[in-house]
């Protein structure tokens, strides 16, 4: 197995010369942030990516005590919580170590890269307590946030049921009032990440259910806390009583959680009665948001071990990484990495401004998640099957952990809202609904980037990047017409095409802006980081030339293909 190895110099690229997080923060400095990142690489190096190959292999194991994971996750985990990794970016009231959530999400693109299946115990974890942080009552909070914060309590969302799973609108588990303010819940969620582990003493889950009376659909629908054990530390008749067996993320307990099903179940509500969707995004939207880092950690990971076999692989009198078709593959698996990459950085980066009170940061936000997710977890899988064909009939194998990638990577497509849905969700709602105001206003960025960049001899490409933006227009046009005529079908039959366009074409703008800073510091550069920044400059010149053309094919297909799919027998 090849070992493991980082990209730092990307990472501080985007962070600190592209994003400037450094000047978010008061109290740490640029040199403090590139610690913390050093630092938490070591860790991931030192204690989870060991963790990855044996969590595929071993799994999880459904016993009469409950779901065990591998001893290797139990060691890392606790580790991570004692060195206080878990803690990075809460604020210090509640035991946290606050950073900007750039630097948050660039470490967690660290580990999930070295196992995404170690990764989502906290990562569930963090969601459901973000929720009760932002909706909770101030007893709620005291109760459960500083056990999660220690790392003795973890935390789940259980939305899909049976007969519910993108719609969740058709949940049918109960919430019965009972005179203490509680509410027995009854009723099975299925495909439940970490529903049930060892690693923690108890799990809080964050359960949608209907109260009596509650209207139909997704307007019906409450949110509860439900916790694995009572305040007494007996149990609360939560009961995992399957595990899927799955394609990959072997070490992630996917669990049938049956709650009611020997006795009461309490849960409390968490929130007003009937806004449980609109609690639970909360939760769901950061959950699309590390889908998209589960596709851009895999990928960058899968081409850094992927490269060090080509440099060390010898065909033909020579290491493979010379022969023209692989030095191919692996230029368009490090452009789109690092373009990934780029992209989550800079959503993360939005985020900070957000919170600062920025609303059309929180737009911009709005905007590109369903494009982070979506488009990230698909490239990812893209990449990975690349690395596999890199490593030949190694890479089928499972010696050098590479088909572990795309196992592992392929799941990101279809939680947390199949890519489908974030297409519904990204013509619909991003750009429909608010007629396209959010698309105009990151078209004008683009287009503040081309004009910078006329004249620096990237004529063809920057060209290319300019054609696609028009065609988005066009679409964006096109598709406003179809809504005013109710064709709302015609719209939704090319939405999921409109979004990979649209991930061509902001991942091509990155990497564009990384370009052009790049070139700047060529002039006082020299050695390893002039072939950096040149780097860059080859990063966006075969994004370019290799994925953006695609938009050609897609926009063709869109504009032209006028034939309502409902018409259209199977």
């Not at 493991?4 to 010369?17: R, V, W």
């Not at 973000?130 to 935390?155: A, C, F, T």
């Not at 719609?167 to 919430?175: F, I, L, N, P, R």
Request: with cysteine; glycine share 10%; proline share 2%.
């Amino acid at each position: 197995m090849a070992k493991y190895s980082t990209d730092m110099a990307d990472i501080n690229f985007n962070l600190f010369e592209v994003l400037k997080v450094q000047d978010h923060v008061k109290d740490l400095g640029e040199q403090d942030l590139k610690e913390i990142l050093t630092q938490f690489d070591k860790f991931v190096e030192s204690e989870i990516f060991p963790t990855r190959m044996e969590g595929d292999e071993k799994g999880v194991t459904l016993t009469d005590e409950g779901v065990k994971v591998p001893e290797s996750f139990k060691k890392a985990m606790e580790q991570f919580y004692q060195n206080g990794w878990y803690a990075l970016g809460y604020p210090e009231e509640i035991g946290g170590m606050p950073s900007p959530h750039s630097i948050k999400l660039a470490c967690t693109s660290l580990s999930v890269g070295a196992n995404v299946a170690l990764s989502m115990y906290p990562g569930l974890t963090a969601g459901a307590m973000n929720v009760i942080l932002q909706v909770g009552s101030d007893e709620q909070k005291e109760k459960y946030i500083p056990p999660m914060m220690e790392g003795r309590w973890g935390g789940t969302m259980c939305l899909t049921e049976a007969g519910a799973g993108s719609d969740v609108g058709a949940c049918k588990t109960t919430a019965t009032p009972n005179d203490d303010g509680s509410y027995n819940i009854k009723g099975v969620k299925i495909f439940i990440s970490s529903g049930d582990s060892d690693i923690y003493e108890n799990n809080i889950h964050l359960v949608l259910a209907r109260t009596p009376g509650s209207p139909e659909g997704s307007k019906g629908i409450s949110l509860f806390i439900v916790p694995t054990l009572n305040d007494n530390g007996e149990g609360n008749s939560v009961k995992c009583t399957k595990i899927e067996e799955k394609m990959g993320i072997h070490g992630s307990a996917t669990c049938e959680m049956t709650f009611g099903g020997e006795g009461d179940c309490k849960g409390y509500l968490i929130g007003k009665e009937h806004e449980g969707m609109a609690n639970m995004f909360i939760m769901m939207n950061e959950a699309r948001l590390l889908c998209g880092i589960q596709g851009e950690a895999q990928a960058n990971l899968a081409y850094e071990l992927t490269l060090q076999y080509a440099k060390e692989r010898s065909q033909f009198g020579s290491e493979i990484v010379n022969l023209p078709d692989v030095k191919r593959m692996l230029l368009r698996m490090r452009a789109l990495s690092r373009g990934m990459r780029s992209l989550i950085l800079y959503t993360a980066d939005l985020f900070d401004k957000e919170h600062a009170g920025d609303s059309e940061a929180s737009a911009e936000v709005a905007f590109l998640t369903p494009v982070c997710k979506a488009y990230c977890s698909d490239e990812g899988f893209n990449v990975s099957v690349d690395a596999i064909q890199v490593h030949g009939g190694y890479g089928f194998c499972t010696e050098y952990g590479i088909e572990q990638f795309a196992r592992d990577t392929k799941i990101a497509t279809i939680y947390e809202g199949t890519n489908g849905i974030q297409a519904i969700d990204f013509v619909m709602r991003k750009i429909l609904k608010d007629g396209g105001k959010t698309f105009q206003a990151l078209g004008a960025k683009i287009e503040a980037t081309l004009k910078a960049a006329a004249g620096k001899g990237w004529d063809n490409e920057v060209t290319t990047l300019g054609k696609s933006a028009m065609k988005a227009g066009e679409i964006v046009q096109g598709y406003a017409s179809l809504a005013g005529e109710k064709k709302f079908n015609q719209v939704l039959s090319s939405a999921t095409d409109f979004l990979s366009f649209c991930g061509n074409l902001i991942v091509a703008w990155r990497l564009l802006e990384s370009a052009l800073i790049a070139s700047e510091k060529l002039g006082s550069s020299s050695g390893d980081e002039k072939a950096f920044y040149e780097s860059k400059i080859t990063d966006f010149k075969v994004f370019a030339q290799h994925c953006l053309t695609r938009n050609t094919g897609i926009a063709q297909s869109i504009l032209n293909f006028g034939q309502d799919l409902d018409g259209i027998e199977l």
